[in-house]
């Protein structure tokens, strides 16, 4: 369980017990000074309801626990007037006991469900990956058994054969390289850095590439410095793979702009091109694992941006339009 979630989880076991006792000291202030005649007891169905949304059967379980403390005082005292009064009590504990069993188990049931349809959906995910790997890896393979054997028979020139058998062997090792990657958890080195210097060293990455295509290459971004918290490494990789895109798209002549921007308390990255654009089909398909439309790509590129992105729990989303070339634009918490 990450830091985020255990936070999240002690904010709802705090609002859950803080409404708890809420509602306990209402229930005192009424019946001490207004008339034991009004009666509170309903309200205790909000933090039951509460705890079994958000922690299951367990949750309410425990939640139960402390609303039956809470609430035992108006057993004892002046608080119980009557054997009617009593009664009412014990059907209020009996009906909440029952409601939230009954909360709890169908919250559960739900979950179980839903994590059955993730399993369902995670292992076809798998057929589909292994089936991708195979196909890509296909192709450089037979390349390579094709001119090994050409050159064992004494055919052809050796030095293009040699050359041949190379990049297959070195297109083989990016696709294994970019499973691997994809694969495993991304484990972020976070600490304090300026985002600027993240965009430039990822532009200064780039700029050969936008030159051997006669791209202008230009960052649009404040004087200021803007310190976040980010992996600078992983950070500079998902940027230098969008950028790489964007002037792959591009033609010559044309340029790839990048803008940073501080917007309702985010950083802003975009890398925009005046490019081809892209068709709806591959916009709604561009982060799902091994799909691709270009010769030679792995499909796995954007699928590793987006996991390195939302790991610095920021988001990404890309307006695309043919014609009209592409943005993608990040935003990261500041």
């Not at 002690?10 to 229930?27: D, G, M």
């Not at 705890?51 to 309410?60: D, E, Y």
């Not at 009557?82 to 504990?93: D, K, N, Q, T």
């Not at 390195?308 to 729990?313: D, L, M, N, V, Y």
Request: net charge neutral; charged share 20%.
């Amino acid at each position: 369980m990450d830091r985020v979630t255990i936070l999240k989880e002690k904010r709802y076991l705090i609002f859950i017990a803080s409404t708890a006792v809420l509602i306990t000291l209402l229930h005192f202030l009424v019946f001490t000074n207004y008339s034991t005649l009004i009666v509170l007891e309903e309200l205790y169905y909000v933090p039951l309801l509460l705890g079994a949304l958000w922690f299951g059967l367990k949750g309410a379980l425990l939640t139960y626990v402390l609303v039956s403390l809470l609430y035992l005082p108006f057993f004892f005292g002046g608080w119980t007037t009557s054997a009617l009064g009593v009664a009412e009590r014990l059907l209020h504990l009996i009906f909440s006991g029952i409601f939230t069993v009954t909360a709890g188990f169908f919250v559960d049931r739900e979950k179980k469900r839903r994590q059955q349809v993730e399993r369902e959906r995670y292992l076809a995910s798998i057929g589909q990956v292994s089936t991708a790997i195979v196909h890509d890896l296909k192709n450089p393979l037979i390349t390579i058994l094709g001119f090994a054997r050409r050159i064992r028979e004494g055919k052809g020139n050796v030095d293009t054969a040699a050359q041949a058998i190379t990049d297959s062997a070195q297109n083989m090792q990016k696709i294994v390289h970019d499973v691997l990657d994809f694969s495993k958890p991304v484990q972020l080195a976070l600490k304090e850095e300026d985002m600027r210097n993240i965009v430039n060293q990822a532009c200064d990455a780039c700029r050969e590439k936008a030159a051997g295509g006669d791209i202008s290459l230009s960052i649009d971004m404040p004087d200021y410095t803007m310190n976040i918290l980010v992996d600078g490494f992983y950070m500079v990789r998902a940027l230098v793979n969008l950028i790489n895109n964007a002037l792959e798209a591009s033609g010559k002549g044309q340029g790839v702009i990048i803008t940073v921007a501080v917007k309702n308390k985010h950083v802003e990255i975009s890398i925009k091109d005046h490019g081809a654009g892209m068709d709806k089909e591959t916009v709604e398909n561009i982060f799902v694992p091994f799909y691709t439309k270009k010769i030679g790509g792995t499909g796995l590129g954007m699928s590793i941006t987006k996991k390195i992105i939302e790991g610095h729990h920021g988001t990404i989303r890309i307006d695309s339009y043919p014609g009209k070339g592409t943005e993608v634009v990040i935003e990261l918490p500041y």
